[in-house]
């Protein structure tokens, strides 16, 4: 049993040193409950800096060329990330429960590619995030689309189910065919996502005025990856887009459609967290895979 004329004795209170109120480094998130700034933690750096591997094509496309077994192309990567992105079922199905990642799941889907790719509705509901223990959820945005206030009601409904339960959302803007892609577009998207209560937004990198996306932006932008590009092209896009003001990158393609995708995810680890510049990340890339160039 306690002693308590000792346990009564002996406190201390530091009364020459009062309390600190640790600084939290995501961009916007210094107001949210713990809970989610927990999570927002095991998905961004100590830097306020995110490194994600996307390999959640499949929801719409099947199995895309480089994810035809993710369990032999994909899991070996984790390592070298902070945070996958995937559907539940990929998930369940073939990520080890012993990686330590954060996982951000893929909660809106719809139609095929054979259909009007904006028709989607949320696939998943928070509690299965939870039982998952996600640290987020994602949801596809169509700002301009066919289908943009059911896009727009998918997110705020996630929203609403992830305070509830202390799971931050990440809204993604999608771009269709006939859709511009430059700073203006993605000021407009990314700004409205935010506006509606997503605690991270993913969007496309633009050559001109990308600053202007992220500075209107209240909370952490994350690049997409987008289609593959030359190696060299593909981190210097990267390297761009944190220098403009992201928070992070989520590559998919560009990572494992290459002929050497471990050496390929290190090197744009090293232009997130690492503040390599694109030539340094290709010759890092260049020695870990032997001299590969695709």
Known sequence: MADLDGNISAKDYGLDYPQQTAGFPVKGAGQLDFGMRHRLAR??????????LAFDHGYFQGPTSGLERIDLNVVPLAPYVDALMATRGVIRSVVPASCDNALVLRASAGASILKELSNERLAMTIEDAVRIDAAGVAVQVFIGGEYETQSIQNLTT????????????????????????????????????????????????????FEQVTAGCPVPIIMAGGKKLPVLDALTMAYRAIQGGAAGVD??????????????????????????????????????????ED
């Open 43 to 52: 998905i961004f750096g100590p830097d306020g800096r995110t490194a994600m």
């Open 158 to 209: 996630m929203i609403d189910a992830g305070l509830a339960a202390g799971i931050p959302v990440l809204g993604v803007t999608a771009v269709g065919k006939d859709m511009v892609r430059d700073a203006r577009y993605f000021g407009l998207a990314t700004r409205i996502i935010a506006e509606l209560g997503a605690q991270m937004v993913k969007t496309y990198f633009v050559e001109t005025d």
């Open 251 to 292: 590559m998919g393609r560009n990572i494992f459609q290459r002929s050497n995708p471990t050496a390929m995810v290190q090197a744009v680890r090293g232009v997130v967290h690492d503040e390599l510049d694109p030539a340094q990340a290709l010759q890092l890339y260049r020695d870990l895979s032997g001299g590969a």
